[in-house]
């Protein structure tokens, strides 16, 4: 376990050209599509695909201008992870349970009753890098992750489709989520076509990129944007306490150490 750590260490920052994803752990010969075991998650497996990421005309500066991007293979983990599949790593003396041990909300669900499978939330990016990397994997990139959420880049607005969100596809805040978040995958008619959840609502969800005004430069391919370095980590999907919207291809952003009741994250794995 260690020696994994050292070595998802050493491998440095992602390069940011188009030469090909790092090497890393063998993937699993499984057909694309399929849903498998890898690093104790359930993932589902995405082969080598293309698609136009971003928005066109409407939405935030942000997601403009839209451009073609390569997605390498990865697999990417069917929910967010849970307070049970995270209790593991705190088990093992290398994740902390808490971003703040002085600030614990009532609706982080670290140590309450009943929470195991719920999403683990109030961490940061640190915690959720760690966790990652422990299991053999990493954060997904943003494009892996509007690749998924998107079922394999297709147009709707929305994992499901492109019907308005409501409470019978997603956890949202001050209706169905005001009280917290719901276990993963509570609201199956929400999911992608691939099988995978909560891609909007419950918990936004950190990923491996620096936040940049938009795509301007951004790879042409998969890898996660990390040079320039930045000030804020891109988080994806929305959550609860959050007015944010739910599009799959809306981004938000904030401090690598902020942490809250709605965000969390999932895992990704070079396939």
Known sequence: MILGLILWACKGEAPVDDSGPPSGDS???????AAHRRGGLD????????FEMGTASGGEIHERPVRDVLVYAFDLAVHETTVAEYALCVDSGVCSPVANPDDIPARCNWDKPDRDDHPMNCVNFEMASTFCAFVGGRLPSEAEWEYAARSEGQPPLYPWGDEEPSCDRAVMPDTCGAEGTWPVCSKPLGNTAQGLCDFSGNAFEWTQDWFHEDYTGAPATSIAWEEPVGTFRVLRGGGIGSDEDYRNRN?????????????????????
């Not at 902020?258 to 990704?268: A, I």
């Open 43 to 50: 993932v589902v497996r995405f082969c080598e695909g293309s």
């Open 27 to 33: 993937a699993p010969d499984v057909d694309c599509g």
């Open 251 to 271: 981004r938000t952003f904030h401090e690598p150490d902020f942490s809250y009741s709605g965000m969390g994250f999932r895992c990704g794995f070079w396939g």
